[in-house]
């Protein structure tokens, strides 16, 4: 909010990312930004909540983390803590053995592996590293998890209804979301710190729904920190305000001529020569030589590869 208030060209980005090393994106952005990260994990948390309510089990929701590891391997990192944690309950509850849903995960699993060996053709060259050695790593995380989740794990905690009723199971799945948060901030992959963005996605999803429930329960009781929840949601709002604000003030973006390596080219006014030196291209595309010293596991191309010449786009020219 006080980058927004700063900062007369907000509008064209997101305020989300204020923190040094990453941001935790909120659902307003996900919305807009990166629905493709959103909805396996809005998906994978919807079938959660129905194993919540033993309605589903654990081995059936593997099944629908396999499927969203097809779309989004960054939320399917987020989700499968959530994953395993699930497992251990069914396995104390001895609900862990049911033939069908294992049968359907397991051959899911098992075709889910080429694409396993896809991701990681050179996934080496994506940067990445530890985050908790970093100087500033610290005041970084604290703020950022200050000001982002933890106010809503303090809310949820001090409401006598949740402290009355929770049971243990609730208990050790509140610990783990916070634990989820730690950890993310521990480890950087991507540019932007893609794996705490997406990696957070799910746990965010399932903590917003565990708020809301504590947030209607506390108002029909008059739990006596509501005043401070509203004010921690109406600072909350600024974001997907701005969010759909952008959306009405921008015109649409028109659809891009361009080829794939010219649209993830840092700035369209770069020359051609100098395309072959963006750290997006270098980070996120696998070499061809690599593709070509394994022909034996890919489809042969039908045309010729691209290349860093080949620009069609009228900012190259």
């Known amino acids: 909010a006080i980058h927004f208030l700063k900062n007369s060209s907000a509008f064209e980005w ?14 307003m952005v996900q919305m807009f930004w ?34 969203g590891l097809l779309w989004s391997p960054l939320a399917a990192i987020g989700c499968l803590p959530l994953l395993a944690f699930a497992g251990c309950v069914d396995l104390y509850r001895r609900r862990f053995f049911q033939v069908a849903p294992l049968a359907a995960s397991g051959l899911a699993s098992i075709a889910v592996v080429p694409v396993l060996f896809y991701y990681a053709q050179d996934s080496a060259r994506v940067p990445q590293g530890w985050l908790i050695f970093e ?9 950022l998890l200050g000001f982002s989740v933890f106010p809503y794990f303090y809310f949820v905690r001090k409401d006598p209804d949740f402290t009355k009723s929770v049971t243990p199971f609730y208990q050790l799945e509140f610990a ?5 948060f730690i950890a993310f901030t ?3 992959l ?3 710190n893609d794996l705490l963005m997406r990696g957070t996605i799910p746990a965010l999803a399932l903590l917003a ?13 008059g739990f006596d920190q509501r005043r401070w929840i509203v004010y921690v ?21 028109v659809a891009s001529t361009c080829n794939l390596l010219e649209s993830w080219s840092l700035d369209s006014q770069h020359p051609r020569e100098e395309i072959q030196y963006s750290p997006i291209l270098s980070a996120y595309l696998a070499s061809r030589a690599l593709f070509d010293a394994r022909s034996d596991l890919w489809r042969q191309s039908q045309s010729v590869p691209l290349e860093v010449g080949d620009m069609s786009c009228a900012g190259h020219k």
Do not use: C, D
Not at 135 to 142: A, D, H, K, M
């Open 14 to 27: 997101h305020i989300n990312r204020w923190a040094t090393f990453g941001q935790i994106s909120s659902h």
């Open 135 to 143: 100087s500033g790593y610290v005041v970084s995380t604290i703020s």
């Open 233 to 253: 949601l109406l600072l909350a709002a600024v974001n997907p305000a701005v969010e759909v604000a952008r959306s009405l003030v921008h015109a649409p973006r």
């Open 34 to 67: 990166v629905p493709n990260h959103m909805l396996p994990s809005w998906v994978f948390v919807a079938a959660y909540l129905h194993f919540r309510k033993e309605q589903l089990s654990s081995p059936a929701l593997a099944f629908v983390w396999v499927a």
């Open 190 to 192: 991507g540019l932007a």
């Open 186 to 188: 521990f480890y950087y």
């Open 176 to 180: 783990l979301l916070i634990a989820l």
């Open 209 to 221: 729904i565990i708020f809301i429930k504590a947030f209607l329960k506390s108002m029909e009781n």
